[in-house]
């Protein structure tokens, strides 16, 4: 059997409790209808629809889509732990799934009682575990922790001894679900690292990942999901740039209803302001004595857009307001990457423009005639404030934008360059050194 995972018209369906459904006494519950409303035919939600797919041993295997697409309950039902309503899905192997690490911990016993649980869990018998043990710890890190209860754990601390079991389990097909997004840069490093090897020995890997250029760099294919279909199915970039045009469409479609909202807003005395998104994190802050009223991303021909290809130009176009009269105004624009790490970032004063007055409504805008970005999302920070650098206005990952590029490229910056090559390294020496021509020129 040359294929690891095959799926055949896949539906998966979940009933929805219908409004005013109550069971009204345990028995009731048991003897069925009586006693509470029934669900109409038309009260389900679709979360996979029509999926096909056949992934062959060996390979590397993405999964890429918005949230409620449908990737983590695919991958649910790859691992057994759903069943589909309609269509077959088949696995040849082992599974080990990465989806809901450490999910069968118990919180009261101790990271090292939880290793045996969970092995046995995972279809390992004691001596397996005992015999793997020693190589958990060292990958997990948590050796000063493993007689401590798994409750006292970090939510890091936890997925962390939950992926260590699960990767020592010797899975002929592994799931992967985000868990590389958790924990700190050098454990993720030593978890690609581990699933290097497994695909270098043959295993095969189902990847689910917001981190898209790392789905392209690991994958040799990509399913797109979109809102549970199949959207697009192939080679990794051409999948992932179509994915990355259509959020960026989204992102500039949702920029543009918050603008108009803004507009139909009336205009009045501006406060301090502080802003949080639901998970606390500060997004916006300042005395509001300027105010960033929106931001927008140019072509060359003035065209609003949120995906570009490396090299274009790009112009950031702020709108602000003043209010009260200001002489002390600097604007500034900095580009950041999805995990925070700051790519660039320039203002009106490094740049030499001395300020003068600033009243009322006004447009600035920042030229860039050739940004050359690597592959990947960027989101946009700006800000009006004093030349001491206290805050008018300042804005965080105000929006969003992509950047793909046919010569590809690793980081975030892509210089102009050429290489250089001659067969020798002394003159007058002997030697050969050629290259053909890739598929990529």
């Known amino acids: 059997m040359s294929w690891a995972v095959r799926a055949e018209g896949v539906h998966k369906r979940y009933r ?32 996979v629809e029509n999926v096909s797919f056949e992934i062959a041993r060996g390979e590397a295997f993405g999964i890429v889509g918005g949230n409620g697409s449908g990737k983590s309950t695919l991958l649910k039902m790859i691992a057994g732990i759903l069943k589909p309503t309609t269509g077959t899905l088949a696995t040849s192997g082992r599974v080990a799934a990465l989806i809901e690490l450490g999910a069968g911990f118990h919180p009261e016993i101790s990271g090292r009682e939880n290793i045996f649980i969970n092995g046995a869990v995972l279809g390992l018998s004691k001596r397996e575990i005992s015999a793997r043990y020693e190589r958990i710890v060292e990958f997990s890190g948590l050796a000063d922790f493993l007689e401590e209860p798994v409750k006292n754990y970090s939510s890091g601390m936890y997925v962390r001894l939950g992926f260590a079991v699960a990767i020592h389990t010797d899975p002929e097909i592994l799931l992967v679900d985000e868990v590389l997004a958790v924990g700190d840069e050098a ?22 990942s917001h981190a898209l250029g790392l789905v392209e760099d690991l994958c040799s294919r990509v399913l797109w999901l979109d809102n549970g279909r199949v959207r697009l199915l192939g080679d990794p970039r051409r ?29 009045g005395a501006h406060a301090a302001v502080v802003a949080e998104d639901d998970s606390g994190e500060v997004l916006r802050w300042g005395s509001g004595a300027a105010e960033i009223l929106g931001v927008r991303l140019l072509d060359a021909q003035g065209a609003e857009r949120y995906h570009f290809e490396s090299g274009e130009a790009v112009h950031f176009e702020l709108e602000a307001q003043a209010a009260v009269p200001l002489a002390d105004f600097v604007f500034g624009v900095g580009l950041f ?58 804005r965080r990952k105000l929006l969003a934008f992509s950047v793909t590029s046919a010569a590809g490229g690793a980081g975030v910056y892509l210089p102009e360059h050429r290489w250089r090559f001659r067969g ?6 002997e030697g050969t050194l050629s290259f053909e021509r890739s598929r990529h020129e």
């Open 187 to 208: 454990f993720a490093h030593r978890c690609l690292r581990r699933i290097e090897e497994l695909l270098a020995s043959g295993r095969t890997v189902i990847f689910v």
């Open 424 to 429: 020798a390294a002394e003159p007058g020496s």
């Open 16 to 47: 929805r409790t219908a409004r005013g459904f109550q069971l009204r006494t345990l028995k009731s519950a048991l003897l069925g209808r009586r006693g509470a409303e029934a669900l109409a035919g038309d009260e389900t939600i679709a979360a």
């Open 239 to 267: 999948v992932v740039d179509g994915y990355r045009q259509d959020v960026a469409e989204d992102e500039g479609r949702a920029h543009r209803e918050a603008k108009e909202e803004r507009e139909r807003e009336e205009e």
């Open 337 to 394: 990457s999805p995990r925070g790490v700051e790519v660039w970032g320039t203002n009106t004063d490094i740049d030499g423009f001395a300020s003068a007055r600033f009243a009322g409504r006004a447009k600035v805008v920042l030229e860039c005639p050739q940004l050359r970005l690597a592959p990947g999302e960027y989101l946009v920070d700006v800000a009006v404030h004093a030349q001491d650098g206290a805050p008018y206005d300042y």
